[in-house]
């Protein structure tokens, strides 16, 4: 349900808790920029209780499939004992990509929210849309998005930014020592 002019009433109360868990994941996020990952966070809740959190870990496991989404289903399916995580829904800050959304619909929670949506290559309705229309899965997540869209945003551009200016800084001082060898 990507379309937020018909929310009702009773969405309010769900918007807030939406947030609050958003912020979870969030938190979450913020450890995967520490550690210099793609700061991206996740966390299943259900019942009104999280019951798995993750964060982004491909450099950490040196696992490309190590996304925060990835991580927190398989934990999610630990702490329920089932690989089915019906009643579940899932937090996270970025629009999963198709890998995620491919996983996410086979373990078939409710709901799957994210933060900051991805035009270019988000499987949310950003480039594609696996959660909502998939004949061949058979199951549809209700999508919410922009949810603390700009918090989550705000930390992936700034690690993307850090990012480049290492990258310069590098190139100047190769670009430095080569001009003080050819001197
Ligand atoms: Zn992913």
Not at 27 to 53: F, L, M, N, Q
Request: proline share 4%.
């Amino acid at each position: 349900m990507n379309d937020v002019s018909d929310t009702s009433n009773d969405l309010m109360m769900d918007f807030q808790s939406d947030d609050y868990f958003m912020q979870m994941a969030l938190r979450e996020a913020r450890k995967a920029y520490e550690a210099k990952e793609v700061p991206v966070g996740a966390v299943v809740v259900r019942d009104g209780s999280v019951i798995a959190r993750a964060w982004n870990q491909v450099e950490t496991l040196r696992d490309a499939t190590a996304h925060a989404e990835m991580l927190s289903l398989t934990s999610a399916q630990d702490a329920v004992g089932d690989w089915r995580l019906e009643g579940c829904t899932l937090y996270v800050t970025k629009e999963p990509c198709p890998m995620c959304a491919g996983a996410i619909v086979h373990c078939r929670p409710d709901r799957v929210v994210f933060g900051c949506p991805d035009e270019k290559a988000g499987a949310a309705g950003g480039w594609i849309n696996l959660l909502e229309s998939n004949p061949p899965l058979n199951h549809r997540c209700e999508i919410s998005s922009g949810v603390l869209q700009d918090e989550c945003l705000a930390l992936l551009q700034s690690f993307f930014r850090e990012a480049r200016d290492k990258k310069k800084a590098e190139r100047d001082l190769i670009r430095k020592q080569a001009a003080e060898g050819e001197a």
